[in-house]
């Protein structure tokens, strides 16, 4: 009888040692990873809910849709330079084959930035990448998103005209609640944006006195914030104009 039941679990044993050696998971060394970082020109922060969605693709066919091979999504992105690291498996790696790239930003599934140009790549390298990403198109660029929470310095002023050393600032928050540096003030204001439309009121500021030209330039200033209709960003720089689309501010963005 003992031996019967020896037996039974020796032999019973055997197979189910044979079935987990048969299915081996991959391993580390089986793993490859492209590593790098994302960039843009634009001196724009992110807001907190943009994603960064970077891709490994065998771009090889044009007449035929890209094959991702691996991606990473990064969310929150955070600001740049974003780090990224896309794992695949080398084996699907064919010599003679075309791979590449591919890189976007979005803020609330609406394109901000993306990589207009093929970063080709051999993927077996251990070479970082750099990718560069272009702020997409107007009609597709989250405007409010590049505009909320950026600090602008003001470059011109209607009435004054181009403002050589740029010090006077204005930002406008998630809240609404806009202001800035003046060129002798500490201002703030309440603002609404839109896509494209923008609004600012109740202004006010600090009672410092400062030379006459400086506060000609500051009334100028909240003169022309208070006439505020439409707006556009374009590579960094914030344009406001009146309701007749007239131009009376510019802005470029502050680092």
Known sequence: ???????FFVFGFVPLVVGILAVPELSVAAQKSVRGE??????????????????LADVSLSDAPARIIGEQKVKPAGQVPISFEIKFDPSVIRPGMTYALQARITVDDRLMFISDVRHQLDPLTDAPQTIMLKMAASDDAPAKASMLGQSWLVDYIDGVGEIREPQATFRIGKSGKAGGNGPCNVYFATARVDDRTISVSNIGSTYKACAPEVMTEEKALFDALAKAATYSIDAGKLTISDKDGHEILRFSAAS
């Open 38 to 55: 994302v960039i843009y020109r634009e001196r724009i922060a992110l807001p907190p809910s943009a994603v960064l969605s970077v891709e």
């Open 1 to 7: 009888m003992f031996d019967r039941i020896a037996e």
